[in-house]
Every structure is written in C-alpha cells, then in structure tokens.
C-alpha cells in the first residue's frame, strides 16, 4: 500500500512537466506552411466545385501539386523534418488529392451516372487513401529509385487534368455523353493503378545541385513555353504518359527491388 501511495502522490507532479515539454516541443512553422497551403488548396477546389467553376478547381489542384513537392525537400533543407509533419502531409493529401479530385469529377459529370458515379469516384478516393496509407508503411523497405503504384499526386493531376482539359475545350457533359464513361473509367483506372505494384520513376536520384549544360536551360525554357501554350493540354498529356510509364516498366521487366531498411 506504501507503493501505491507513493506512485498516487507522483501523478500530479507529472502531468504539469509532460504537459509543459509538449508545449516546449511546438512544431516546424515552414514546412507546414507549405502542407497547410496544399489542405487549402484541397479544400479550395471542394468549395469551387460546388459553385460550378470546375476549371479553378482543377488549378487548385495542381497548386496544391506544387506545394506537396515543395514541403518536403524544404523540411530535409532547412533540417526541420518531424512526425507531426508527416502525419499532417499525409492528411493534407488525402484532402487534397484524394477527396477533392474525386468530388471534382463527381460534381461535374459523375452525378449523372446515377449510383454508378458516386460509386467510381469511391474507388478513386479510396485508393488514395490506401495508397498514402502503404507508402507511409513501405518508407525505408522499397527501392527510393522508383515508386510503388501511381503517386497520388500524379494521379490527382490526370483526374483534374482530364476534367480541366475538357472544361477548357468547351465540351459539356450534356452535349457529350461520352465524356461521363470516359471521366469514370479514368477515375477506377487511376485508382487501381495507384494501389499496384507497378513501379514508377521517382526522380530522387536527380541532382539539383550539379551544373548543367547551357541548352539544359535553353529546353528548359522551352518545355515552359509549351505548357504555357495549352497548359491544361499539355499538363494532362504529360501526367497521363507517366501514368502509363509504369506499364511500359512493368512490360519491360523493370521492377523496384525491395531493399533492407539499413540500405
């Protein structure tokens, strides 16, 4: 009974100093910043969805396209990388490029396929969160050169792209009836693809600190004035090749190698 007094007597004296090192501790304020403009960007194209402006809603997601590649190298830079930002980037996505792309192709011309419709875009915005969910598990046991399944991102990008590209054409869902099978089918076909095991190029062995060539910048420049020509077009394009890139590896026999954790 001495023993248990004791440890009764000891709890309030703890809880005051776990308290005050969890406010000491505080959080990184830049790099989630950057998670925190990706969330609203989410959000942002949610809210524009809903008011029938599909076009700033697809944009919204490519901003937030930007800023999800730009938190993360910022953390390692400035060496500000935390579990909090981890877990809060992973729901910033899920928002972002999970829910709001999904409500995007729903709202626009998914609805009219009835239970069919809503049924597509839950297969898509499931798969994200499956696939955020695997790769947070998978960090350190996978090959960094390549990407397990479609990153979410990229596969964000196709949906509003898609729907993007066809907003900007001028094409209208009531006049095409084409366009709800074809959104539909690329919305279960993005999602699958993301939950895959195919591998896609990550990028990460990309040095961005070596110099380069003069006509490096010259294409470089050049590459911008094509996007800027049609961007919701070429933006589409592109992101729909690297989509399919996996395939091309995965029918090549091309495979990201499990590596041990100390690798």
Known sequence: MGDLGDFEDSRPELAPRTIGVL??????????????????????????????????????????????GMDGRV???TNTQSEF????????????????PALVAYTWVLKDLGTAGWIGAFIYCAAT?????????????????????????SGAAVLAGLVWMLVDFGLKPD?????AGVTWAAAVFIGMTMVSNLPFYSFKEVSWKQRVPLWVILVSVFGLSIV????????????????????????SGRRGRTVLPEE
């Open 23 to 68: 406010r000491r501790r505080g959080i990184y304020l830049l790099p989630n910043l950057f998670t925190t403009g990706v969330l609203f960007c989410g959000f942002f194209a949610i809210v524009q969805a809903m008011n029938g402006r599909f076009d700033i809603a697809a944009i919204a997601i490519f901003v937030a396209l930007v800023l999800d």
């Open 228 to 251: 800027a020509s049609r961007p919701s077009l070429v933006l589409f394009v592109l992101f729909l090749a690297y989509s399919l890139s996996g395939y091309v590896m995965w029918a």
């Open 129 to 153: 969160g499956i696939r955020l969910a695997r790769f947070n598990t998978n960090i350190g046991t996978v090959d960094k050169r390549y990407f397990q399944g479609l990153p979410c991102p």
């Open 75 to 77: 953390a390692r830079w």
């Open 175 to 179: 006049q095409w009836y084409l366009i």
């Open 85 to 100: 930002g981890a877990q809060y980037d992973s729901i910033a996505d899920m928002v972002a490029f999970g829910a709001a």
